[in-house]
């Protein structure tokens, strides 16, 4: 599987950005598919994930209600909405053979994109 990401950039608080993700060699239904962050010191961040075969979408707290992630086709997109300083970060898309119990950890996911930088000033 190969992941391509890209959608990045500045934005003030508030503003919101959409990141893709272009997926190829591997189906959807097959893998767990979503996106994860990191900050400069800090562990990589579940932010959300597409079971794979149910497709349902999960979120980690801190975003619920802000981001939602969906897919067209093989891209997949984080669109990021009311966003806060605290999202900056370099977002990852990610696929992998997750279960329900591993879907937040990074461990779970084999395949990653390079990254994408999110910069939201205050």
């Known amino acids: 599987v190969q992941l391509q990401a890209s959608g990045g950039g500045l934005v003030q608080a508030g503003g919101f950005l959409r990141l893709s993700c272009a997926v190829s060699g591997g189906a959807f239904s097959n893998y767990a598919m979503g996106w994860f962050r990191q900050t400069p010191g800090n562990e990589r961040e579940f932010v959300a994930v597409s079971r794979r075969n149910s497709g349902s979408v999960y979120y980690t707290d801190s975003v619920k209600g802000r981001f939602t992630m969906s897919r067209d086709k093989n891209i997949m997109f984080l669109q990021m909405n009311s966003l806060k300083p605290e999202d900056t970060a370099v977002y990852y898309c990610?696929?992998?053979?997750?279960?329900?119990?591993?879907?937040?950890?990074?461990?779970?996911?084999?395949?990653w994109g390079q990254g994408t930088l999110v910069t939201v000033s205050s």
């Open positions: 990610v696929a992998g053979r997750a279960i329900m119990s591993t879907m937040s950890e990074p461990q779970a996911y084999n395949w």
